[in-house]
């Protein structure tokens, strides 16, 4: 039987579905539909923008999936293949997860603690970087935060709202690398968006993840409230405080530290780029050999000092273009700093 469209049932079936489709979550999948989805697998900036909240600088509609896959690739090996041929490397010296996980970093995610975070680190086998995650980057609104305008001065002024920019001096600043292609740019924020907070992943209370599911029916100020809860359940921009080298009668040497702690950092840390065949050729290991070496040097002001090394971390020079990013305190509290100078201690057999 042919469906005759000016058939009133039909009328009334299809304006249901019509409002229904409307009514209910909608989202686009990669061939560009709208359907209705389980708001827990929501994108919480989706979200956000049906509340009527502002756009995002880098806000964008939706992640191809093969562009998607491609920046991927960048992030894990510098290049990726085109037509059977290696792209140009970003960088001779470091991928992008020499320093960033790619992954969640903390259970609730308006912690910010640096013991917060090596305790997800440790249990979910995970490295601890000087680096934030890149998990959630595209629902950050701030980069390069408080302190890092020291370090970058004014190359942070143009990344600091602007992710796209905040990718840029990375490949070419942290990377020791060179400024991205557009479509290598393209695919990484292709990458970003796909890997975007969902509601499932912050902690809304039941009454709240109602609300986002009939946030059509709420009143202004309700949005406007839901806006705000939602924004204050996961952290909008990193904190980065700068600590200088610490003065040796601050020191405490590891006194009072926990040396378990300590090798935790040391192996989820400093192993991840010292350990053999890896970005630099200072190799770090657990003999007492390395141990010796690092306490022969625990009361300077030097280098060599992991009070020092850990605060400044070392300057890219031309010839020598492999640096170490130095800690924040957010990445590096100074008791786990003491932690890891009780773990070195051990290590030194003193
Ligand atoms: C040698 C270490 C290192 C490498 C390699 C590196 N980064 Fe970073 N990156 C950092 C540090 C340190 C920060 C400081 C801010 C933070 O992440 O908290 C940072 C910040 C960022 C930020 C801003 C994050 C924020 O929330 O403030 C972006 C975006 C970024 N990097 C992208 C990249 C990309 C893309 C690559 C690879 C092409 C890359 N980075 C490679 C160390 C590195
Ligand atoms: C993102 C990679 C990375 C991480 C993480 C890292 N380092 Fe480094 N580190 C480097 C690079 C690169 C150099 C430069 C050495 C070179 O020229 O090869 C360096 C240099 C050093 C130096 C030598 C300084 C000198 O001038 O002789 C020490 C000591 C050091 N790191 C200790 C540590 C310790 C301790 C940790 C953990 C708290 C750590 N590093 C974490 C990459 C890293």
Redesign the pocket.
């Known amino acids: 039987m042919k469906t005759k469209l000016n058939n009133p049932l039909t009328f009334i079936l299809v304006g249901a579905a019509i409002i229904v489709t409307f009514l209910g979550f909608k989202f686009k999948n990669e061939n560009g539909i709208y359907r209705t989805m389980n708001v827990q697998k929501a994108n919480v900036s989706d979200v956000l923008k049906f509340l009527g909240d502002d756009e995002m600088v880098h806000s964008m509609e939706n992640f191809d999936t093969e562009k998607a896959r491609i920046g991927e690739e960048l992030i894990l090996n510098g290049r990726t293949k085109i037509d059977s041929k290696y792209s140009k490397r970003i960088s001779k010296y470091?991928v992008c997860t020499?320093?960033h996980n790619l992954g969640r970093e903390f259970e609730v995610l308006t912690d910010e603690s640096a013991e917060a975070r090596l305790n997800y680190a440790d249990e979910n086998g995970i490295s601890f970087?000087?680096g934030s995650t890149f998990w959630g980057i595209y629902n950050r609104t701030s980069f390069y935060n408080n302190d890092y305008e020291k370090k970058y001065d004014l190359l942070v002024v143009d990344s600091r709202d602007t992710l796209e920019n905040a990718v840029q001096l990375c490949a070419k600043y942290c990377s020791s690398g060179r400024y991205l292609d557009g479509w290598e740019l393209e695919s990484i924020m292709h990458y970003y968006k796909k890997n975007e907070l969902k509601i499932e992943d912050l902690s809304l209370s039941e009454n709240d993840t109602k609300n986002v599911q009939k946030y059509a029916k709420l009143k202004k100020g309700e949005k406007t409230d839901l806006i705000e809860t939602i924004k204050s359940s996961y952290v909008q921009a990193y904190g980065a405080t700068f600590l200088p080298t610490m003065p040796t009668d601050k020191r405490k040497y590891g006194e009072g530290g926990n040396p378990e702690t300590g090798k935790k950092?040391?192996n989820k840390?400093?192993l991840?780029?010292?350990s053999s065949g890896r970005?630099?050729?200072?190799k770090?290991d657990h003999s007492s050999l390395t141990g010796g070496m690092?306490w022969r040097n625990i009361k300077k002001y030097s280098?060599?000092s992991?009070y020092q090394?850990?605060r400044h971390?070392?300057y890219s020079m031309t010839g020598?273009k492999?640096?170490?990013?130095l800690?924040t305190e957010e990445k590096?509290s100074d008791e786990q700093l003491n932690d890891?100078v009780a773990y070195i201690k051990q290590l030194a057999k003193k």
């Open positions: 470091f020499d320093c970087m000087p950092i040391y840390s400093c991840h780029c010292h970005v630099t050729n200072l770090l690092f280098d060599k992991l090394i850990v971390g070392t020598r492999q640096y170490m990013p800690y590096m890891l």
